[in-house]
């Protein structure tokens, strides 16, 4: 994340996004396929590292690492194609997806916000303890219990993000606000 400053002098919070164009790998329509959709491809990987399917499928389009499919109007879109940073103007808002950081296995003051036991009255080893999990009658926890356990690692969504600026000479797209993952996730972004 950076900073960035407009004409009027006002400080943006954004993310600097690194981008490429996509390259449609597949266009299904209603008659063939049952339903509309686009599929594309992005990155590149080793040739020794693609399966047999793999290579016929995407057969003079390269060796593209991910492959995604949207379901949406397919446009003028073709097999081969390329979809450019470019498509994307300062001010749109867009909906980013993708893998949040993995905080490893935490406890329910930090994975649930829980406050924890009182600070005094002979409560000796109690302050970030989950308290009772329920009745004694039932001999078992119910599911959906929140406790402790693995936190982060989720997909997610964040909504009505802004670009702020696109910059196609360096492929990268400015969207104010903090985007989920570490840096180096792959992240999809769908215009509104």
């Known amino acids: 994340m950076t900073e960035v ?17 996509l390259t449609v790998t597949q266009v299904k329509t209603k008659e063939k396929d049952g339903y509309e959709a686009v599929q594309v491809g992005f990155g590149e990987k080793k040739e020794k590292r693609m399966r047999k399917a793999e290579k016929g499928h ?20 073709n097999r081969g194609s390329k979809i450019e940073p470019a498509v994307f103007v300062a001010g749109d808002k867009v909906t980013v997806s993708a ?26 080893h109690s302050e970030r303890e989950p308290g009772s999990i329920g009745t004694a009658g039932y001999q078992r926890v119910f599911k959906n219990r929140r406790m402790a356990g693995r936190m982060g690692g989720e997909r997610v969504t964040v909504k009505n993000l802004e670009v702020i600026k696109v910059d196609p000479e360096n492929n990268e797209l400015l969207i104010k606000g903090a985007i989920p993952g570490v840096r180096g996730t ?4 769908v215009a509104k």
């Open 5 to 21: 400053f407009d004409e009027n002098g006002t400080v943006y919070p954004v993310t600097v996004i690194k981008t490429a164009p």
């Open 58 to 77: 995407l057969k003079d389009l390269g060796n593209l690492r991910h492959l995604k499919e949207f379901r949406t109007a397919v446009g003028d879109l």
């Open 99 to 124: 893998t949040s950081k993995g905080k490893g296995f935490q406890g329910v003051v930090k994975r649930h916000g829980f406050h924890g036991g009182p600070r005094s009255h002979g409560q000796k």
């Open 186 to 189: 792959l992240v999809e972004i």
